[in-house]
């Protein structure tokens, strides 16, 4: 195969800031200049710089037996709270790319249609320089639930207990681990945990695969609805019936049905992400006049591409078509999609943003907005790539077959998406598979950008401070809270938190099950400041960008920046030392 047509991209200049007009004041700020123009960058595979020291040994160990707790359901403590103390409202996209919302893009409208989550945007805090803490579903999710690197639990990938080996390396992960569930019940929280999971699964069919240490009402959530324990906790399908798979035993409280699609709210052809949403309306107007923390988890925008045929319909008719969709690297076979147009994808991202505007509405027309902080992010970037090395049946098909398979896809193997200008996607180290939307509402904020880097360790420390609850930094001990910069008074587009600039923001894979499973390295990467160093631990070679300058990742500068190669080399080698299987914080 042969590389496709490039695509023009625009320079890697600063974007002018965006207008957040609200009801609160707000500093006059002095205009940016227009940005220029520049051809798009077409995702290719670059020569590496070799390491000239060791290869690390990142080796998982393995997990300190000890006996585990059977799962019981806390009893609720009486509500004790005061009225200074706030309810958070975290909504999680899964898959959700940062350039799918059209106010990370230089334009500020993009191809998909988000009225609501722009809305939400111009009451709030917007971080530019956000991350995921894994480009994968269930690491990141296990990170985001307790402030901690996945590498603390020896997650290499998704948690899945069809495999001994996955089970044994998973299993730091226990009843015992602090989590958001369990630190806001602690204060008298109302918790509701609805939709997807993903941090852990029951297997029926294997009852000794099975764990007690990895379910919501064992993390801290009075209720947990519409959690999926399939395999890697996705649906089989969007649309009713869902089939989602049968939890072993699970406790009285969860909202769980009987048959093949064992949550059963909903009828034929009801569409999942409305069903969810529903759900959480119902909670935030049965909660109201407790302190509550709901966490709605959205199966959108992942895989099976799905939506109400109307909806495709009406998207097929306005978005544009070109005659080269997809990018082949000649290198690896990897394939990357460059456009923004799938009619599928576009219905979901409306629902998925419908989904934002009815949970806003509930807390307006229940009178609680004014004492409520709404998160808004993901669990990791979109899927815009895959490779021939994880999908080995693309090997043996035509350059024709292979852009109709990962244009109309098989379950979650279509691509549905582009992250450009940001390079590949889901599984990668990149930008691309890393940089996610996070968008923070609270009440005593006034709405602005900022380019603080900040990673999904943050939103549990985050949500506690937010909230008036204290902070757990032996708990959440790879997490800032993001308060200062959603609470300052000043909003110049920066980063006003030093702190937030020079500290080190670690992704690591020590095992092979990426090159395995997906086509992807066994990679680590680490950002400090305006830069970022990848890992390559499959060919012992680095990738250095200046990521404010270039985030696109074209420009390798590993070879003329030695000096910072070698510092981030010996900070990475000695983070992942820290932290993997670790307790201990490493700064």
Same mark, same amino acid.
């Not at 941090?199 to 959690?227: C, K």
């Given at each position: ?6 695509? =023009?991209?625009?320079? &890697? +200049? %600063? @974007? ?5 007009? /609200? *009801? $609160? !004041?707000?500093? #006059? ?9 520049? =051809?798009?960058?077409? &995702? +290719? %595979? @670059? ?5 000239? /020291? *060791? $290869? !690390?040994?990142? #080796? ?13 359901? &806390? +009893?609720? @403590? ?7 103390? $706030? ?501």
């Amino acid at each position: 195969t042969t590389a496709l047509t490039e695509v =023009p991209t625009e320079a &890697p +200049t %600063t @974007k002018p800031r965006r207008d957040m007009s /609200t *009801k $609160k !004041p707000q500093p #006059t700020k002095k205009p940016r200049p227009t940005p220029t123009k520049k =051809p798009r960058p077409t &995702p +290719t %595979t @670059k020569p590496r710089t070799p390491m000239p /020291t *060791k $290869k !690390p040994q990142c #080796t998982i160990r393995p997990p300190t037996k000890k006996p585990r707790p059977k799962p019981t359901m &806390p +009893t609720k @403590k009486p509500r004790n709270l005061n009225s200074s103390f $706030k309810n958070v409202v975290l909504v999680l996209i899964d898959d959700l790319g940062q350039k799918d919302i059209g106010i990370y893009l230089e334009d500020e409208k993009g191809e998909y249609n988000t009225p609501s989550i722009d809305q939400l945007a111009s009451m709030s805090v917007v971080f530019d320089n956000a991350y995921a803490s894994y480009p994968l579903c269930g690491p990141s999710r296990v990170s985001l639930l307790t402030g901690r690197y996945p590498a603390r639990f020896d997650i290499p990938e998704n948690p899945s207990f069809d495999d001994p080996c996955l089970r044994r390396k998973y299993e730091t992960f226990g009843p015992d681990t602090e989590t958001i569930g369990k630190a806001f019940k602690k204060h008298g929280y109302e918790t509701t945990y609805i939709g997807k999971w993903g941090a852990g699964a029951y297997r029926d069919a294997d009852p000794s695969l099975n764990t007690e240490g990895s379910t919501p009402w064992v993390h801290g959530f009075d209720t947990s609805i519409g959690v999926s324990f399939y395999r890697y906790g996705n649906v089989m399908s969007h649309k009713f019936p869902y089939k989602t798979y049968k939890p072993h035993i699970p406790p009285s409280n969860y909202k769980v049905g009987v048959g093949e699609s064992y949550y059963t709210n909903g009828t034929h052809g009801t569409y999942l992400v409305d069903q969810l949403t529903e759900e959480a309306v119902q909670v935030i107007e049965n909660s109201k006049d407790n302190p509550f923390l709901l966490v709605l988890s959205h199966y959108h925008v992942h895989g099976p591409l799905q939506a109400p045929e109307e909806e495709v319909e009406k998207y097929s008719k306005v978005l544009p078509k070109f005659p080269t969709e997809y990018q082949i690297d000649p290198a690896d076979g990897t394939i990357t999609k460059i456009h923004r147009n799938n009619p599928t994808q576009a219905a979901m991202m409306e629902a998925m943003d419908r989904s934002v505007g009815q949970v806003m509405d509930a807390l307006k027309t229940n009178g609680i907005l004014d004492k409520t902080v709404v998160i808004f992010t993901s669990d990791n970037g979109g899927k815009s790539t895959v490779s021939s090395l994880g999908y080995p049946k693309l090997k043996g098909m035509t350059k024709g077959e292979k852009l109709r398979w990962v244009r109309e896809g098989a379950g979650s193997g279509a691509l549905g998406t582009s992250n450009l200008p940001l390079k590949y996607g889901k599984n990668w180290m990149y930008e691309g598979g890393i940089r996610v939307p996070l968008i923070v509402y609270d009440p005593d904020t006034v709405p602005s950008v900022s380019q603080c880097p900040a990673t999904g360790t943050d939103i549990f420390p985050t949500m506690l401070d937010l909230a008036g609850l204290p902070l757990m930094p032996d708990k959440h001990i790879d997490g800032y809270s993001l308060k200062s910069e959603v609470q300052r008074v000043n909003s110049p587009r920066m980063c006003q938190n030093k702190t937030f600039m020079s500290r080190n923001i670690l992704w690591h894979n020590g095992s092979n099950l990426g090159k395995a499973i997906y086509g992807t390295p066994s990679s680590s990467a680490i950002r400090r400041g305006k830069w970022k160093m990848i890992y390559n631990n499959d060919e012992n070679s680095v990738e250095l960008f200046n990521i404010i300058e270039d985030e696109g990742e074209e420009n390798d500068v590993s070879e003329t920046r030695s000096d910072v190669v070698e510092s981030l080399n010996t900070t990475l080698r000695l983070l992942i030392e820290e932290v993997e299987g670790s307790d201990v914080k490493y700064q």
